[in-house]
């Protein structure tokens, strides 16, 4: 993927961040090593979101940087980070909110289409976001 796309994204990315699923964790200081996602052979038939490979997560405070190289991608805070770590194609959306335990099945799958459409996302993922409002 060309540099520019993953920059040409970024801002709706932050939005959602701020908005979204990052705001169910504010105030925690995230700790955490950085992360790097990894590439995921025939990402296309995988169960789940997959994220492209190389993006790291770099914790700061209270939020985690998405990088790639020295392109500043997005913010999230520790709820997205986990999200972000856990999108390995190998869990379903709903999966991934049971594996928080504090998410809805729809505010993960809005997380991962904001995701998509910034171009973050190494497979297309198709959300049928009314059988996830449980």
Known sequence: MERRAFVKGAFGFVALATLGVAGAVVGTNV?????????????????????????????????????YGNTHLFKVDATGAELVRLADGSRTIDELASANGQLKPADVASFFVELGQAGYLANTVLVNLTETQA
């Open 31 to 67: 700790q955490s090593a950085n992360f790097v996602t990894a590439s995921v052979p025939n990402a296309e038939s995988a169960l789940g979101p997959v994220m492209v490979a190389g993006i790291e997560l770099v914790p700061a405070g209270n939020v985690v940087h998405g990088m």
